[in-house]
């Protein structure tokens, strides 16, 4: 098993460009999460997603979308990028609420 | 919402020396606690748990205690070795599901030879 895989690992935006990060897991999980890293700080959510075609916001939605069209992939879709979307972003799924979240190994994304 | 503070951010202990990380949490409603650790270019994995109805767990040479009525919880390595050095972060979750954790600020432990 891969566990969970993001693309790209790193991507440097300009002001206003969009972009989709990209999210798969291959351990058949009902639960999927983005979060995101800021220097310094701990994780927050962004949006969750209990299965396929159900999602739902996190704490820091605001500037982004997502989609759960299967079970594999929960892509995060930046639009009009800002300097202040500068972070890490982190993918993670589990089986179901109850079980442990298994993080992918980030993406870091640079808005200048 | 909850609120978790972390202390310290940075700890260096000697190898084979004890490290404990506290965490205090704001809601009264919260009862799922992880403690997550860290590498360098990595992301976090879950290393321990502890639910609301236990107040102390372990597992070998990691332990987590929870003061309910104190609302903080603690993690605690024993007999540290090198690779024990990352950054540790604990969450707090407001269901006994895991969706909707809120973590703390981190903690950067170093492990000294």
């Known amino acids: 098993n891969a566990g969970v895989t993001q693309t790209p690992k790193f991507r440097i935006l300009k002001i206003g460009q969009s972009m989709t990060l990209q999210c798969t897991q291959d351990?058949?999980?009902?639960?999927m999460y983005w979060y995101r890293q800021d220097p310094g700080m701990g994780l927050k959510l962004i949006y969750y997603?209990?299965?396929?075609?159900?999602?739902d916001k996190g704490e820091v939605p605001n500037g982004y979308n997502v989609s759960r069209s299967t079970t594999e992939d929960f892509p995060l879709r930046l639009e009009l990028a800002a300097p202040s979307q500068t972070s890490v972003y982190f993918c993670a799924s589990s089986y179901t609420g109850y079980n442990e979240q298994f993080f992918g190994p980030g993406t870091r994304l640079t808005v200048l | 919402g909850e609120n978790v503070e972390q202390h310290p951010s940075t700890l260096s202990v000697q190898e084979g020396d004890s490290a404990v990380i506290k965490c205090t949490y704001s809601d009264s409603a919260s009862n799922y606690f992880p403690w997550y650790k860290q590498e360098l270019g990595k992301g976090p994995q879950l290393i321990i748990d502890?639910?609301?109805?236990?107040g102390e767990k372990k597992d070998q040479r990691i332990a987590v205690t929870l003061n309910k009525t104190a609302k903080h919880f603690s993690l605690h390595i024993t007999e540290t070795q090198p690779e024990d050095s990352a950054v540790y972060f604990c969450?707090?979750?407001?269901?006994?599901?895991?969706?909707?954790?809120?973590f703390g600020t981190g903690t950067r432990l170093t492990i000294i030879p």
């Open positions: 997603s209990v299965g396929a075609g159900i999602t």
């Open positions: 502890i639910r609301s109805n236990v």
């Open positions: 969450a707090a979750s407001q269901d006994f599901g895991n969706e909707k954790l809120t």
């Open positions: 351990m058949n999980h009902n639960y």
